[in-house]
């Protein structure tokens, strides 16, 4: 039985598996803000930016200033923060990116989580008001990150090799185009040469030129497009057979390996898409921790 239901049947998770993976689970809170923490992990961590949020939002109140509402959208793609009536996303967190999700186990509407910027890669601490249920908050986005990790590994990682198998063959053929046009050019190089000698010296009329020509050992000379086929020479005696293309092995006349689809080493992904599956990948392997801890140490942190 796997992770998720062995914890749904014990009431540990909230939600069924379709809920957040078809759609997302809305819940309503207050947002007292976000700060920037030094680590992405720890219940000292959350609890200093608690406390530091907690006091800017007595200032604020003391200023006549409410704690603007806001409605989470938690699926496995992501937690959503959104404006309640226009709809508005304010802040997208996506699952790899969360580290650590906590609720205050003494005020039981406090919860907060660590997630990593997208844009400055600064690990930001968001801290929520609910109506008691900052538990159940916890736990969904922990179901959730829990079905997006796996769902990475059973289809995408079956997709990422796929991609890379494929972007290996696409960039193996463009260095076989490029190194065929070149070997093109230096073969045609080679026949316009032949074709100027053999014209400069019928107009100087010192040789003759006759077909197929010998050079001065009696042997027919190389010619690119000639036939390789065995022929006897001058002497009587016979020419070694030269070796076909398809008889040469491992190197091709400069020296490069042949391409083999079959044999074809995983290519680079674009920048961008290399990038991000290597953001995901660590941000999966670095996991979510779920803790539950106690965020009120003193009169100042009491609710209000």
Known sequence: MNRAFSRKKDKTWMHTPEALSKHYIPYNAKFLGSTEVEQPKGTEVVRDAVRKLKFARHIKKSEG??????????????????????????????????????????????FTFICKDSESNKHLCYVFDSEKCAEEITLTIGQAFD??????????????????????????????????????????????????TQVSSSSAGSVTVTSPSTDIFDMIPFSPISHQ?????????????????????????????????????????????QSKLDEMQEGFKMGLTLEGTVFCLDPLDSRC
């Open 229 to 273: 086929s065995p022929s006897p020479a001058r002497n009587g005696t016979q020419l070694p057979t030269v070796p076909s293309r398809t008889a040469e092995i491992k190197r091709d006349l400069f020296g490069a390996e042949p391409f083999d689809p079959f044999n074809c080493g995983a290519g680079d992904f674009p920048p961008d898409i």
């Open 65 to 110: 200033q409410k704690i603007p509402k806001v409605e989470l959208q938690i699926s496995i793609y992501g937690v959503k923060i959104l404006e309640p009536k226009t709809k508005e996303i304010q802040h997208n967190c996506q699952l790899h990116r969360i580290s650590f999700c906590a609720d205050d186990k003494t005020d039981k509407r406090i």
């Open 147 to 196: 079905l997006a990790y796996r769902k990475f590994l059973e289809s995408g990682g079956k997709d990422v090799e796929t991609r890379k198998q494929i972007a290996g063959m696409q960039k193996r053929i463009q260095d076989l185009e490029t190194e065929n046009m070149e070997l093109k050019n230096k073969v045609q190089d080679l026949e316009n040469r032949l074709r100027v």
